[in-house]
Structures are given as structure tokens and as C-alpha cells.
């Protein structure tokens, strides 16, 4: 089973707009994270925020994260066709990650 | 540094049969996680060792068992493979133990593609 659960499921965006995706999740976390996956391969770390945080920025990356709501926001900004993949937020309780079902964002030039 | 490697990259096997598929971790983990990743789905937990103990299982049947070694390399084995079966197989490591103050952060291999005909 999922912890949590990516909205939208796809997303097809040109360069230079903006890609918004969200994430909500069931139980208590200790942080929760985003990660970057290429076409069927290896995921990549992009960002963690700890439960005591609000947001936080990387680069061209900011994530948000409600623990009341159990919902977390991940923002790309200015975005290039070097940014197409699937992005997935996993959850960490306390050593056990579990990932959503991730967003397939596709952008075109 | 080498990162979290896996072999074999590709596996085909027959149903009844059985597979193992093998992680080497960044050198200094000691945490080994593996997941399970069915065609356009997303990554369904599987096992998680540190320092030679499982730790957690995921939801799947004990068919799906594994190890890790004093070296803390980590084998997945799967008994009695079912067409189902058929993923890509990923293994992660991380350098710290979930901890009310720490934080795992996971370093992917490329995978192992299993196929059950």
C-alpha cells in the first residue's frame, strides 16, 4: 500500500512555466521528502523537509510541508525540458520511507 | 565513489522459478532498502536491513525473503516467481538508521529488471 498519494498524476507544462505537484500522506512522519525519477531508472534525492519546517528552497526547487493536513507541495520553477520525469514524495517514519505513486511531468520547448 | 550498484541489470525467468538479484551499498551505509516497481506504478516497500537485521517488511508474501552480509551487501531472493512478479527491482542505501533526529536519505541504483514469462 501507499503512504502517499501524488496530485496530479501527469502534468504537461512549457518551458519556463511553473510545475506544481502535491502530495498528501496518512500518518505521522518524521520528514518527508522528493525524489526525481528518469525514465524507468534510479531515483534521485531533490529535497527533504523535516516536520518542524514549513518550506524550504533549492535552487530552483521549494517545497512546503501542512502536517496538519498531512499535504506537501513541491514547486519547480522556470522549468526546462532537462525536467521531464516522474517525481515522487516519500515518507520517512523514522527509517521506514515509503514512496506515492509519483507525477509524470512532461515539458515541452 | 562508486554508488549502490545491482546486478543483474536484466533477468528473465519462467513461472515456479526463482530469482536473486543482488545490492552493493555506497561504501560507509549500512542500510540497505528494497523496492519493488511494477510498470508505470509506483515503488512498493519490500524490506529494509541495517547492520545485518531486517527492520521492516513491506506488504508481500514471505516468498519474497533477503539478507544482508557482514559487508552490508544485500541480496533479494523470490521463490516460486509468479508473472506478477515482473518489475523493476530497486535497491537504496543510506548512511544513518531512521532516529527521532535523524534522517535517511536514499541513494538509488539503476535497478534490476525482472521478467517472468
Known amino acids: 500500500s501507499q503512504q502517499g498519494e501524488e496530485d496530479p498524476q501527469a502534468l504537461s507544462i512549457q518551458e519556463g512555466e511553473n510545475a506544481t505537484m502535491n502530495c498528501s500522506y496518512k500518518?505521522?512522519?518524521?520528514?518527508l521528502q522528493w525524489y526525481r525519477q528518469n525514465s524507468g531508472r534510479g531515483l534521485v534525492h531533490l529535497i527533504l523537509?523535516?516536520?518542524?519546517?514549513r518550506e524550504k528552497h533549492s535552487g530552483r526547487l521549494r517545497v512546503t510541508l501542512d502536517t496538519s493536513k498531512k499535504s506537501s507541495s513541491l514547486l519547480i520553477t522556470a522549468s526546462r525540458a532537462a525536467d521531464t520525469a516522474s517525481y515522487f514524495c516519500a515518507t520517512d517514519s523514522w527509517g521506514k520511507l515509503q514512496f506515492g505513486a509519483g507525477t509524470q511531468v512532461v515539458v515541452t520547448p | 565513489e562508486a554508488g549502490v550498484t545491482q546486478s543483474p541489470t536484466h533477468l528473465i525467468k519462467t513461472r515456479g522459478q526463482q530469482a536473486t538479484l543482488r545490492c552493493s551499498p555506497i561504501s560507509g551505509h549500512t542500510s540497505v532498502y528494497w523496492y519493488q516497481q511494477a510498470l508505470g506504478l509506483g515503488l512498493q516497500f519490500l524490506l529494509w536491513?541495517?547492520?545485518?537485521?531486517?527492520?521492516n517488511r513491506g506488504n508481500f508474501p514471505p516468498r519474497f525473503s533477503g539478507r544482508q552480509f557482514p559487508n552490508y551487501s544485500s541480496e533479494l531472493n523470490v521463490n516460486a516467481l509468479e508473472l506478477e512478479d515482473s518489475a523493476l527491482y530497486l535497491c537504496?542505501?543510506?548512511?544513518?538508521?531512521?532516529?527521532?533526529?535523524?534522517?535517511?536519505?536514499?541513494?538509488f541504483g539503476a535497478g534490476s529488471r525482472l521478467t517472468v514469462l
Open positions: 500518518t505521522s512522519i518524521n520528514n
Open positions: 523537509i523535516r516536520s518542524n519546517e
Open positions: 536491513y541495517d547492520e545485518g537485521e531486517e527492520r
Open positions: 537504496a542505501s543510506s548512511l544513518r538508521q531512521g532516529t527521532l533526529s535523524g534522517a535517511n536519505v536514499l541513494t
